[in-house]
């Protein structure tokens, strides 16, 4: 015997038990077999008609889209009923019979006076089997009504249950004697009549022998077919499912794949050998816990897939990115080449998920993805880190052109307009980069640096890339104190206001004020404002901080007489769903006539909320608030802003004004400005002004107001009303006059 140490033959009573524990064995795995076999094929058939059921309630389930779509076609109720148009059948239902309604029967009812028309089918079904299948689905047709709101069948294994009330509904039944698909809607009534006697479109579709076909190639059923009641076959599995009443719609055949019958024969050439093919029988037995430990194996794959990549873009997620840095790392620690990271943040896409929701943002976060893998090798490492940060893991030459080359092909690339749900969407990308070398410690120094670079990037005007240097962690350090000083400032209200006189153009009265927030810290004096409102806009204190300005200058405001307050709005600011409530909210708590509050936007405000601005502004506009558009002509002017959005005034920026004595071509824009601003009635005010000459060029050209330092500069609110006080009252009509124009 195999696997003794020697030959010898064992006496009889030695062996009759080995024998007989070895048949034993023999037995019960035989019994075993054929136990796990029986079992393997009612799990096969089990399977087989969850396939079959789930198929069918699939194709339910189109057939009703297909209803619905037909139906709530705006002039559905007109083209179908009342006036029925053959063109517009044929491109509504014709063509589709080409397609997936290919041999269906398509029936308009009316089941307030039980009129049937036809509009499509097979025309040897006579009219009296029609009038008689139609009978079988009034339970379906029954619950329709036009303003409920549709929803597929519930499906159980071997029984299609029918859906509640709805506008619309389909089951599987017999119709005219032959199962069949059925699926009803309520057309769209359209605004006509009563839509509770809205006409129901019906299609039928039977169950044919070609889709039983298709169905039993997809899923791997041989001979799938439809039998009688009466039919049995030892060779064929069976399937039928029921209606709620509990009687057959159908009945399916198919030749079953018996993995059961497979194991037997299989395994039976090793029960019926004697002992000496036992190791065959373990042999087998290993193999099969082989193939078992495959299956785990794959499924534990997809499961680590599921867990390294991102549901939304496809790419990988932080984890398996901090994998392949760390593994990077080491790679280039061992000799092999330089790499480095590449740290993506989309610019302004938190507008676009505020504005128009989360779930374009979403499909937006898709193209971007797809664009990044396009835009750079196949061997490098494309990753979703969250939200709208992506990261790229390149290999290669690391001088600074050749990753600023890169950098700049993927802003690019991310920067093209994009057409998602309708919108075409502009936005940018900011990239932080740092070189990952022999010198490069962990992988979480390598990616604070890679957001320190991203940081400078933003803060020197985004859509750009920034190399990662030592100098970067001070000046970050020192921008993070910043923001946090600057959110105490404003929680215990240590920022100042300082007005900017706007003046008539001789010069004489203050017609208006532009409030400018100043913060005079205890500690680094007065801080510029360039630098304190690039760090709010970037950390999103904005938000707090424009309400505060809008707030104090409401307040000042109240005492000075026939004088336009006007307020900068940061685009952050001003595209939140809950800004309009906060200006109307402001102007009732601190009682300022919202006639003299001027709110001053910026063209870029505008790019890409066209819809929410315009209804933003509309609103306000109704309160009696006054716009202007600042800086105008320096950013992304268009006409259609001035034709689209109700402006009331023009400001000419100070880089045009400053050029008026040496640059004709500054001259010429300043009259161009100042003509289409009378021309569309707006009033228009000249920023910069700084000596007598401009101010005697701007009056002849024709501006409304003007500012600059000629006129004074900034100062505080005591002043303001100090100089009101000196100057001679406004007369009734012309108070009443800027009052209106604003």
Known sequence: MDGLPFPCRPRRGTVAPIWLVVGLAIVCIALAVVSSAHRADLVALEREQTLISHALADRQNRLLREAEYIAAADEALQRLWLEPDADWIHQQIGMRLQGPLSGALVLVVDPASGRVRRLAGDAALPADQIAAALREIASLLAPITPEASSSPPLTMRGTLHEPPPARSAARMQRFAGEPAFVAAAALNAD????????????????????????VGEQLELPDLRLVDETATDPASNFFAPKNQAGETIARFAWTPNRP??????????????????FVALAGFVLRYARRTTATIAAGEDRLRYMAMHDPLSGLPN?????????????????????????????????????TLGHHVGDALIGAVAQRLRGAVRGEDLVARLGGDEFAV???????????????????A????????????????ASIGIVVVDRDSRDSADIMRFADMALYRAKNEGRNRACIYDAAMNADLTQRKQLERDLRSAIERNGLAIAYQPQLSPDGERIIGVEALCRWPDPV??????????????????????????????????????????AVNVSPLQFRRPDFVEVVQRILEQTGFDPRRLELELTESTLLGNVEGAESAMRRLKTLGVKFALDDF????SSLLYLRTFPFDKLKIDRSFVNNIESAADAAAIVHAIISLG???????????????????????AGVHAMQGYLFGHPVEATEIARRLATQAPATEPERQRRLVAG
């Open 260 to 277: 059961g019958a497979a194991i037997i024969w299989d395994t039976l050439p090793f029960v019926g050998i004697a002992l000496g093919f």
């Open 191 to 214: 605004g006509r009549g009563d839509v509770r006697s809205s006409p129901i479109l019906v299609i039928v579709k039977l169950i044919s022998s070609g889709f039983l076909r298709e």
């Open 524 to 565: 680094r004096g007065l801080v510029p404002p360039s630098t304190f409102i690039a760090v709010a806009e970037q950390s999103e204190l904005i938000i707090p901080l424009g309400e505060w300005v809008l707030r104090r200058a409401c307040m000042d405001g109240r005492i000075w007489p026939d004088v336009t307050v």
């Open 393 to 411: 893991l390149t290999r290669g030459p690391t001088d600074q052109r050749h990753l600023q080359e890169i950098a700049e092909r993927i802003i």
């Open 318 to 354: 932080r984890m398996l990115f901090g994998e392949r840095l760390d593994a990077l790392i080491g790679d280039v620690r061992q000799g092999h080449a330089t790499a480095a990271l590449l740290s993506i943040d989309l610019d302004h896409f938190k507008d676009v998920n505020d």
């Open 678 to 700: 009378r021309g569309l009635g707006m009033k228009v005010t000249a920023e910069g002004v700084e000596n007598a000459n401009q101010q005697l060029f701007l009056r002849a």
């Open 633 to 636: 002509g320096t950013g992304y």
């Open 413 to 428: 690339v991310v920067s093209a307009p994009y057409a998602v749900a309708g919108h075409t969407l502009v936005i940018g």
